[in-house]
């Protein structure tokens, strides 16, 4: 199942964030996002003007909500960048790939 098709899973904590080896089968489904240290994923959006880049801000915002998973959104005019990674664990799980595909699917 694509990740994309998937929920994200709430973490609890107490687990360990992914490893290099477990964090590239899930970066090759997500090619354009950027890995950051094995710490969080990032990606910049572009957009013609300020009103769409706030759009895509909202529309991420209610796919954050659905999935109880929360990025943090930079918007800019006509630029939108998103940084994702578990805050109760400081690091990356397989739900951070899964929001950012299911945040792929927007744009």
Known sequence: ???SERDCVPCRGGVPPLTAAEIEPLARETADWRVVDG???EREFRFPDFRE???FV???GAI???Q???PDCHLAW????V???THKIDGLTESDFILAAKIDALS
Not at 78 to 81: F, L, S
């Open 83 to 85: 940084s994702i990674w």
């Open 39 to 41: 710490h969080h994923i």
């Open 78 to 81: 006509g630029r939108v960048t």
């Open 68 to 70: 109880g998973h929360h």
């Open 64 to 66: 954050a909500e659905e």
């Open 53 to 55: 880049a706030l759009d």
């Open 1 to 3: 199942m694509a990740l």
């Open 58 to 60: 909202n529309r991420v």
